[in-house]
């Protein structure tokens, strides 16, 4: 090798090694950060009963997602913890009505202010022989939720003399998303550091071996 081929072999190595001396960095914060945003956002939950069938089966792995009380809508699913209620035991339901709601039944349909509500969601056959017609007014920074399987959900209609058997939405642990796979933006974020990293320290080790230079040179 010659001088100036030494020369120009240090350099492509110094390059490479400072391209890798961003990029690991860089690819370790992201994949990081993706894992770090889906563990803070996200759990995973398997559903334990037949309450919320044919929506949810026992034993099915569904995640729920972080969610604030003003974002809780009508036909969400929600994952809640209700100290005395359940058995302290976390439960799955759907939200029917929110604060304000005027959430009526005659055992059979329901109305939310006055409008029908549509539910292709809920379990064909015989609703649980304790309910009842009712008529309630859901009380502020609460929620009526409901099972979709009614012949077989201990929910709202149950505890009526309760605040209308709504629930506060403090109680709320999570929302359900729609399939249970992991959430496009985490992925994203840790598949991209994970490349990044990947590529970062192969341009390190070229650039190592680039910058390697025989300790005598031909002129």
């Given at each position: ?16 090694r400072i391209a890798a001396r961003i990029l690991v960095p860089l690819g370790l914060v992201l994949a990081l950060g993706g ?65 304000g709601d005027h959430v009526t039944s005659d055992g059979d349909r329901i109305t939310v202010n006055g409008e029908p509500v ?102």
């Amino acid at each position: 090798m010659n001088r100036q081929g030494a020369v120009s072999g240090a350099r492509a190595g110094s390059g490479l090694r400072i391209a890798a001396r961003i990029l690991v960095p860089l690819g370790l914060v992201l994949a990081l950060g993706g894992v770090g945003y889906f563990f803070t956002t996200y759990q995973g939950v398997t559903v334990m009963g037949e309450s919320m069938r044919p929506t949810y089966s026992p034993g099915e792995r569904l995640v729920a997602e972080d969610v604030a009380a003003d974002g809780i809508r009508r036909g969400d699913v929600v994952l809640v913890h209700v100290p005395d209620r359940y058995r302290s035991a976390p439960v799955l339901q759907r939200v029917i009505g929110t604060g304000g709601d005027h959430v009526t039944s005659d055992g059979d349909r329901i109305t939310v202010n006055g409008e029908p509500v549509d539910e292709p969601y809920v379990m064909p056959g015989d609703l649980a022989p304790a309910t009842d017609p009712y008529d309630v007014r859901v009380p502020e920074g609460r929620l009526f939720l409901l099972g979709d399987n009614r012949g077989n959900a201990h929910d709202s209609r149950f505890f009526l003399d309760d605040r209308s058997g709504s629930v506060a939405t403090s109680a709320v642990l999570g929302r359900v998303r729609d399939g249970a796979g992991l959430p496009v933006a985490s992925a994203v974020l840790g598949v991209l550091g994970i490349v990044l990293t990947l590529v970062g320290t192969g341009l390190g080790i070229g650039g190592y071996a680039a910058g390697r230079s025989p300790r005598r040179l031909t002129v």
